[in-house]
């Protein structure tokens, strides 16, 4: 890995920043050095050079009169306000006429430069120039003539002072804009940081499916924007996971409902068998051992007296007929063959017509629509045992006076009322399935013989408000039977 790239941002970002600032002040600084070192300088050459050419004007008419006091005296004057580090007046061989220095009076200017000096052209200009110091000349002309040279030398030190506080200053302000820069690039990186600590947080808690708490949103930048994204991920990702919570949830409790109704089939199954056995046994075990021994009776009495034989021959008819009537009523509670006959509007009919007569404290009131066509057996059959458990459920429990049963055809349902005025009991909603007495099937067993139809059945009932079954089952006739055999088959 690169040895930059285990720096932090932070270190990275407050590093740069600082060296973007050192370099453009660094570039702006020497830009502003070297224009105003030339600044200086020229504007040194020029005061030096008109400083000159005004004291070769005063000194025109002291050198005329060649008065050497006057001149001197105007010389150190000139030095002294302008702070030269001397003056000169120089005739036009290279003769020093007068200096500020006097020991330099009467000595020959030398060198290349003097005789540039001396055989250039007349006007006022730098003869001479070092790093440290300037040298003006003027001449000294009267009526058109040239009577000599002024020379004025100054000290560049003043300029390389102002230079050297200019650098300070450049370098104090180059400083100061990089401590500033870094530390703006340091409390960025804070802000940065402090909304990006805050998502890392959040990430943890995602990743340890804690999905509650929401990420602190710092400001309303394109960070705390990813934070807003975060948290709406966190939010969806929790509604999905109560979502399927709920769904595993019903799902077990729907486990438990078929584990509930396989227990009390089975047990039902059992006390069928059980009740059938019973009938067998109660029904046609008596009537059976009174047919053998009249049977039995009628060999003797057949030989012994006709008469008597006859009219036992006449009884064991009429118990003949009894036990055919017994079978097919044992036989019609196992399944209602009257049904397949009869169809389901008039079955219905039949079937509270036989309560009515067998329950005389219960009004019995139908509105029962005829159909055109018969329905599908299997969707009769189901509304029937529906029936069958609603009536069974009001005799044993609602202790109602009136019952009312509708049956209608709406859009495409087939619409089964069961209605009672009893005491009816308070619901436990599960699933929109009304529960009872949790150790009975019947209520279960109606939903789910509506819905192994795809139809529905709803149960609604408190305390003294009675009970009513509504019932649901798709409106499938007869001639479907294909259709239905294969959605079924
Ligand atoms: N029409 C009704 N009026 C009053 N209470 C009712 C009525 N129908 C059902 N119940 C109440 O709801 C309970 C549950 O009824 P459900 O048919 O499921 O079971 P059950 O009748 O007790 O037993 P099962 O039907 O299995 O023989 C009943 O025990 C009873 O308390
Ligand atoms: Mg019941």
């Known amino acids: 890995m690169n040895k930059n790239n285990t720096l932090s941002v932070r270190t990275k970002l407050v590093v740069n920043v600082t060296l973007v600032h050192f370099v453009l002040m660094s570039i702006f600084i020497v830009d502003v050095y070297q224009r105003q070192k030339v600044f200086l300088s020229t504007e040194a050459e020029s005061s030096t050079v008109n400083f000159s050419r005004l004291i070769a004007e005063n000194m025109s008419s002291w050198l005329l009169s060649e008065d050497i006091m006057g001149m001197d005296e105007v010389l150190r004057a000139s030095v002294k306000d302008f702070t030269a580090t001397y003056a000169a007046v120089v005739e036009t061989d290279g003769r020093v006429l007068v200096h500020s220095n006097p020991s330099q009076q009467g000595r020959y200017i030398t060198g290349p430069d003097a005789l540039v000096l001396l055989r250039g052209k007349k006007q006022a200009h730098i003869w001479r120039k070092d790093p440290t110091s300037i040298h003006a000349a003027a001449p000294v002309i009267i009526e058109n003539r040239h009577l000599g040279w002024v020379l004025l030398g100054t000290d560049m030190n003043r300029v390389s002072t102002q230079l050297q506080t200019l650098r300070n200053q450049g370098i104090a302000y180059t400083v100061l804009a990089m401590i500033i820069g870094g530390l703006a690039a340091w409390l960025l990186a804070s802000s940065i940081f402090r909304q990006i600590h805050r998502i890392m947080e959040g990430v943890a808690r995602l990743r340890s499916n ?7 949103i710092i400001a309303n930048d394109e960070i705390g924007h990813i934070a807003s994204a975060l948290n709406g991920a966190m ?12 769904e595993i949830r019903e799902h077990l409790k729907a486990e438990e409902r078929i584990h509930h109704l396989t227990r009390n089939i089975m047990m039902g199954n059992e006390e069928e068998r059980r009740r059938i056995g019973h009938d067998l046994h109660d029904e046609f075990g008596q009537s059976v051992a009174g047919f053998v021994f009249g049977l039995h009776t009628m060999k003797d009495l057949i030989v012994k007296d006709r008469d008597g034989a006859s009219e036992l021959c006449a009884k064991l008819a009429e118990c003949a007929e009894r036990l055919g009537e017994d079978i097919r009523r044992v036989a019609a509670h196992q399944y209602p063959v009257a049904l397949e006959h009869l169809g389901l509007p008039l079955m219905i009919k039949a079937f ?11 009004t019995f009131t139908s509105k029962i629509t005829t159909l055109e066509k018969r329905l599908a057996p299997y969707i009769e059959l189901t509304a029937f045992r529906i029936l069958q458990e609603a009536m069974s459920n009001i005799i044993r429990h609602s202790e109602a006076t009136e019952v009312s049963v509708t049956l209608a055809v709406m859009h495409e349902w087939i619409f089964l009322c069961i209605k009672d005025n009893g005491k009816g009991f308070r619901q436990q909603t599960e699933y929109d399935l009304p529960r009872g007495d949790v150790t009975g099937i019947g209520l279960l067993g109606m939903a789910e013989r509506a819905s192994s139809v795809e139809g529905y059945l709803e149960v609604t009932s ?19 039977k294909r259709i239905q055999g294969e959605r079924h088959g």
């Open 210 to 216: 804690q999905l509650t708490s929401h990420i602190p």
């Open 462 to 480: 408190a305390p003294n408000q009675g009970c009513t079954v509504d019932v649901f089952l798709p409106l499938l006739f007869v001639t479907e």
């Open 235 to 246: 939010d969806s990702l929790q509604s999905s996971r109560n979502e399927l919570q709920r």
């Open 352 to 362: 509270l017509q036989e309560h009515g007569q067998q329950h005389a404290n219960l």
